[in-house]
């Protein structure tokens, strides 16, 4: 969008429209007025999903990029996170009111009609502000590319993770000598070490906050130790199910026993408990500048290995294109260079607990100073992740069929193997279900990399 | 048409009294209808066009995004029929209808008895049972899932308990029930009370004369003089209680409760819609419900009518 000529007629039309984009919040009749009012020569619409302190954070990037890129206005939305903005999202590129730049879960790309609903970037114009393919960790440059095409350019990783008090712990005898949490490898260990941490902890807490009765995080957790254990979903083609529900059984067992041994108490706050004194809590690594605003002596690392192997969930912020009829031109070049830049100076990002998936980024002395950030970086190498379907990512259909399930588990009202089967079912009925975007099944939906 | 009455035939007359009152009749639409055309035009615009629009999604896939919509017939409405989910969803709304509407008729006409009757501060009183009416549905809920929470909640704390009230099945729709009572039940007591004052007090003087007891005042006048108002107030009740949303959803974490026991009708078409963006079938899940709730409100007017021609 180059900078509309300066007329009677357009100043009126601008606030004309403006007007009515005010009382009904229609972000594209807001027509270059705003670029207008900043003297921008190219008007960048935005749209995100950050809240708190990653809205904080989002926002002085911002406010850095329209310092150094004076010539570029950047015209932020933050919607709420969820369905509501997918919601919004959707309805706004199908009736071609996009904005120029938006963020997604990486898990739900696949499911938004690349093609149709999100446009591909334009690679090169990335090379040119500075991102290539070879700044980042394979596994996660290729979950945004979609029939050879990149669709999702990933900001960060996050994660769930083992937060600990290191006061507790050292109390119990479960610190190492570089003051860090011993590492455990099985699952005898950690309810070994559960044990004794509940000995060495304050009366009335639980020992580990676990989300128990949260289906988001259930699930999560579910999708890390299934990982760990090796566990499959489909097969390549996406045309059978290879859910293993034994594997799955061990791994609902494992949480369940949680709650049967005493460490949990279902529905107690998890954080508010950690902070309080309970030595342990598994959250996600948004939660770090809660911890580090509270002053507390803690570390954090990725969920144990358990079952023998790294694995832990992960999911990213990633920037898209939502579709445009004719998208193109400065605001489109705008629009990369935006992303470029936040994607290339995501320190502060990772401030808000968040892993930048820009590699080069992890390695700067800056990050490698950040604690606890710098003891989860690992993270970003053995990502758990929902499988590459339409129907996965966050709060996403999968999510929304499985997480209830293992929660009925996990609470102790429904048996873990006979629960492992229901997920096959549901597992079965979505994978030959039809995507409603586009009609097409798992198997039809070209979500190949 | 001011023809006097003795010059013309008694057929004229009648002929011309006609005439006058389309006359009216015509000159009222004039006036009148320009007085509710501007909610007539909302009305079409708001609620007869989605509710028509609705109908016709039903019979497609219809998704989020509003194109390439498929006419599928009667597909969405077969699934809905076998889709296990969408009657235990159904379930929970009726079973909290089933909560909630004997226990609000009961505590509303209760706080109504107690308000009518109390003589001093009787404002406070009233202001006391109405005001929780006056909040936002989100300010409530968020209220009382902090009343309720395990480990910190007043509610425990105060009874030395450790109900999990928010995370088992068995208490997390009691937990909303309760919740529901507190903050609606103003609106049915508003409606008793305007009832009792409406009680012509000559029926009680009349009644103490005749030496009826407090009881008898109570079961022969104030009871039968509020048959009406309880009709009322059970109708509106029904239809609110199986519209449950709102305060579900936000005490549950915007999830569907424990193992989905909090999923109501309304809260699953609204998932079907927009998480699975699957717009056709939510349509016609809307429209089943439409028809449940039509059904229900007809019921209520056929019970009326029978018992009103019965009394008569």
Known sequence: MGRPDLSRRHLLGAAGGLTVAASFGFAALGTGADALASGADTRVRYWNLFSGGDGANMIAMLDAFRHSHPDIDVKDSTLQWGNPFYTKLAMAAAGNRAPDLGVMHMGRVTGFSPGRLLDPWDVDLLAKYGVREQDYNPALWKRGVIDGKLYALPLDIHVQLCFYRKDVLGKAGLLGDDGRMIPVTSTDEWFDVLKKAKSAQKKGLQTIGLWTNDQNFQWWFFVAFYTQLGGKWFDDANTEVLFDPDKATQVLEFLRRHVTDGYVIPGAPTGEQFINGAPFTWEGNWSVPVFSGAK?????????????????????????????????????????????????????????????????????????????????????????????????????????????????????????????????????????????????????????? | MTTSAHTVLPGARARTATATATVRRKQGFQHGGWFVAPFLALFALFVVWPLLRGVYLSFTDANISGDGANFVGLDNYREALHDQAMWDALGHSAYFTLLVVPCITLLAFLLAMLAHHIERGKWLWRLCFFVPFLLPSTVAANMFQWLFTQGIGLVNETFGITTPWLTDKSYAMIAIVIETLWWTVGFSFLLYLAALQGIPGHLYEAAKLDGANAWDRMVHITLPMLRNITGLVIALQVLASLQLFDQAVVMMDFGPGPELSTRSFVQYTLEQGFTSYRVGYASAMSIIFFVIIAVVALARMWLLRTREEGAR
């Open chain 1, 296 to 449: 507390l002596d803690y570390g954090a690392t990725p969920l144990p290995p358990v079952f023998g192997r790294q694995a832990t969930h992960a999911e990213s912020h990633a920037f898209v294109l939502p579709h445009q009829a004719n998208r193109g031109g400065a605001t489109n070049e705008g629009a990369h260079r935006l992303a470029a830049y936040v994607v290339t100076h995501a320190l502060q990002w990772a401030a808000g607990g968040h892993i930048p998936a820009y590699t080069p980024t992890l390695s700067t002395a800056a990050y490698k100073k950040l604690t606890p950030q710098n003891e989860y970086v690992s993270a970003m190498d053995h990502q758990a992740t929902e499988p590459k379907v339409w129907f996965a990512g966050s709060t996403g259909v999968l999510a929304q069929d499985l997480g209830p399930v293992v929660v009925s588990s996990t609470m102790g009202s429904a048996k873990p193997a006979s629960v492992a089967q229901t997920m096959k079912k549901h597992l079965t009925k979505l994978l030959a279900s039809k995507n409603p975007m586009d009609g097409r099944t798992a198997a039809q939906g070209g979500a190949v990399a």
